[in-house]
């Protein structure tokens, strides 16, 4: 291939990416046919001691679903100043509703974090089939209808009458989105809770969403939609979690010997549950996954947070953006202050970089005179270039290593920015109003492009390959569509990124040109005493 | 021995080729050596065992910043297999140029045709 015939390869290819990526952007909330009775009737149940195989009937509720509204069975409603929460005659909680004004829905309505249709939290399915039709068709009776919390948290209790088996669920429900549960069964039954399917707020392109079982010898297992193909269980588990982008519905402070199961929906989605005989306590958490709420209610739960694969980097990288954010009160100044952290710490390398690439100029036209001498030779130019340049002592190459160390931080920025719901609608100054999204003015993304044009120009620059010279000359155009579609923050921290860079590279310039004035003033000066 | 014929060794080999055909114009042509970073992994990764390839490799990247000189830096490699069928000029793919005991420079022909 012809260097020509490359470049347009590497254009058509980020084209392809960039078209892909805009046309998968928006948030697609996945079409529901998850709960297609049907289908789901495959998911098979593993009982542990007997390994017989029974369909999963948790999911057949679905078909009475179907009929019924959102409303019509709701047994208990408890209100709060940031959530409504109901409670329906199957014992589940049937929604919960986000009044925070940054959880919006794509149709601008309140978001709801119980997906509509699938396995809701605490649902209840017995081992026992027989049983099992029984209590779906009778209906838990509240002890309260409706309550709303203040400071005091409220207690409700849910009781089944079965034939021969009641059923009771002892709930209290607090303030800041937790509650405790016990169930009670008047008889030692086999069952199985479920925290169900993964709410359905918020999930956009390279957002992990799922199930998260965190387990105590610290381990997060995380299964992503679409990859949950076997069952697996977990023991001595700390926190299961099935979360979207940034809420999530929780189960916690569980017994050392449940075993928690993810279990795969026909289209491979994991669903959450435990399996239990006899009584059972524990606490349960539904709401955004803000680190601050999270830890106030109980720090384990902050392992509920989660970056995508990239944890270990973007984890660090949040907490000091959180750190910043307390000092300075706005999350866009926030990043702009990490912008400038991130330079002091290369700022030795930087500025040395800076430094021999003025050398350079001085050297250039030597440069071109080798460049001349083996025109028809790249490789052997190469080597003559930088047998120049070590005998000036001068580089003008930053070096893979930098260049490598930036595309982490990038992609850590783009984890927090992606999955922390405290960037959720949160905004900087003037017509940036939310940090997570792009940015629709496109202001930004061309403020970004326009910066890296001019860092372009002002730094000196060496090219053998006249092609790479072209493509140099084009990154800042096809930087700018890349950054189209990218999260304002994001965009953010490259063009202020940009703006410190052109800042430093000016003032190295200045230094450099006032000590060569310098130089030639005495110079003259010599020269006119002789 | 070398197994020339790994598919560890056939995947970076790839891999490299792909990331030279292709992400060295968004890379800026950042590298401060000659032999840039890719090259030199490519006659380590061709001529070295995997693990020796990944070691050099991966210390070359590190030192690739500017608080190093940079300019050229040759590989160096220990074995050497010689069996060469031709040995005419354009035959040859690399100049082993004696180092200490046992070690060679590995220098690119440039005269090499294939």
């Given at each position: 291939m012809s260097p020509n015939q490359r470049l347009m390869v590497a254009v058509v290819l980020s084209i392809v990416f960039f078209s892909a990526y805009t046309a998968m952007?928006?948030?697609q909330q996945p079409v529901d046919t998850k709960n297609d009775i049907?289908?789901?009737a495959k998911v098979e149940q593993e009982i542990k001691t007997t390994k017989t195989v029974e369909k999963v009937t948790g999911h057949e509720?679905?078909?009475?679903?179907?009929?019924?509204?959102?409303?019509?069975?709701?047994?208990?409603?408890?209100?709060?100043?940031?959530?409504?929460?109901?409670?329906?005659?199957?014992g589940r909680i049937a929604s919960k509703e986000l009044?925070?004004?940054?959880?919006?829905?794509?149709?601008?309505?309140?978001?709801?974090?119980?997906?509509?249709?699938?396995?809701?939290?605490l649902f209840i399915r017995f081992a026992d089939e027989s049983l099992n039709k029984e209590a779906l068709s009778v209906p838990y009776v509240a002890t309260i209808k409706e309550a709303t919390i203040k400071d005091e948290p409220i207690k409700v209790t849910l009781t089944q009458k079965l034939s021969n088996l009641t059923v009771t669920k002892n709930l209290t429900f607090y303030?800041?989105?937790?509650?405790?549960?016990s169930i009670k069964m008047s008889q030692n039954k086999r069952y199985f809770v479920y925290i169900g399917h993964r709410p359905e707020v918020s999930k956009k392109l390279m957002a992990a969403a799922g199930v998260l079982v965190y387990t105590a010898d610290n381990v997060a297992h995380i299964i992503e939609d679409g990859d949950a193909d076997n069952r697996e269980t977990f023991r001595d588990v700390l926190v299961a979690s099935a979360f979207d982008q940034y809420t999530a519905t929780i189960f916690y402070n569980l017994d050392k010997d449940i075993t928690v199961i993810v279990d795969g929906d026909s289209e491979k989605?994991?669903?959450?549950?435990?399996?239990?005989?006899?009584?059972?306590?524990?606490?349960?958490?539904?709401?955004?996954?803000?680190?601050?709420?999270?830890?106030?209610?109980?720090?384990?739960?902050?392992?509920?947070?989660?970056?995508?694969?990239?944890?270990?980097?973007?984890?660090?990288?949040?907490?000091?953006?959180?750190?910043l954010h307390d000092h300075i009160g706005n999350w866009g100044w926030a990043i702009i202050a990490l912008t400038l952290l991130v330079r002091l710490v290369l700022y030795p390398l930087t500025y040395k970089g800076m430094m021999s690439m003025q050398k350079l100029k001085e050297i250039s036209p030597?440069?071109?005179e080798l460049q001349e001498k083996y025109k028809g030779d790249p490789q052997r130019m190469n080597a003559a270039v930088m047998e120049m340049y070590k005998k000036h002592g001068a580089n003008p190459l930053g070096g893979c290593l930098p260049m490598l160390l930036q595309i982490p931080v990038f992609f850590a920025i783009y984890r927090v920015l992606l999955n922390a719901v405290e960037l959720q609608g949160a905004p900087w100054i003037l017509w940036v109003n939310d940090l997570s999204r792009m940015d629709t003015t496109y202001i930004l993304p061309i403020l970004m492009g326009v910066s890296m044009y001019f860092q372009q120009r002002m730094t000196p620059t060496n090219f053998t390959d006249p092609?790479?010279?072209?493509?140099?000359r084009f990154l800042p155009v096809i930087f700018t569509f890349f950054f189209v579609t990218f999260p304002s923050g994001l965009v953010l921290y490259w063009f202020v990124n940009n703006l410190f860079s052109i800042l430093q590279q000016f003032i190295v310039n200045k230094q450099f040109q006032n000590a060569k004035d310098l130089k030639e003033h005495i110079e003259k000066k010599k020269k006119s005493e002789k | 021995m070398l197994s020339r014929n790994s598919i560890f060794r056939k995947t970076f080999l790839k891999f490299l080729w792909i990331y030279q055909k292709f992400f060295t114009y968004f890379s800026f042509g950042s590298c401060r050596y000659y032999p840039t970073c890719s090259e030199y992994a490519k006659i380590h990764f061709e001529n070295s065992p995997i693990s020796t390839a990944f070691y050099h490799t991966f210390t070359r990247i590190l030192r690739c910043n500017q608080l190093f000189e940079g300019g050229i830096d040759y590989p160096v490699i220990k074995q050497i297999e010689i069996k060469p069928a031709k040995i005419k000029l354009e035959h040859i793919k690399y100049w082993l140029v004696p180092n200490k005991k046992n070690h060679y420079y590995i220098i690119k022909n440039f005269s090499y045709k294939g």
């Open positions: 952007f928006p948030p049907e289908q789901q509720i679905s078909k009475s679903q179907k009929v019924e509204s959102r409303d019509s069975n709701i047994v208990t409603t408890i209100k709060a100043d940031d959530f409504i929460l109901k409670l329906d005659t199957l009044l925070d004004e940054r959880f919006r829905d794509s149709e601008d309505l309140h978001a709801q974090i119980i997906p509509d249709k699938g396995a809701k939290p303030k800041d989105g937790h509650y405790d549960i989605n994991p669903v959450l549950y435990f399996d239990s005989l006899g009584d059972v306590t524990f606490k349960g958490y539904i709401g955004p996954k803000e680190y601050k709420t999270l830890k106030a209610i109980d720090s384990v739960l902050t392992n509920a947070i989660e970056f995508g694969w990239f944890t270990f980097a973007a984890k660090p990288l949040f907490a000091v953006l959180l750190w030597k440069v071109k092609m790479q010279e072209k493509v140099m | -």
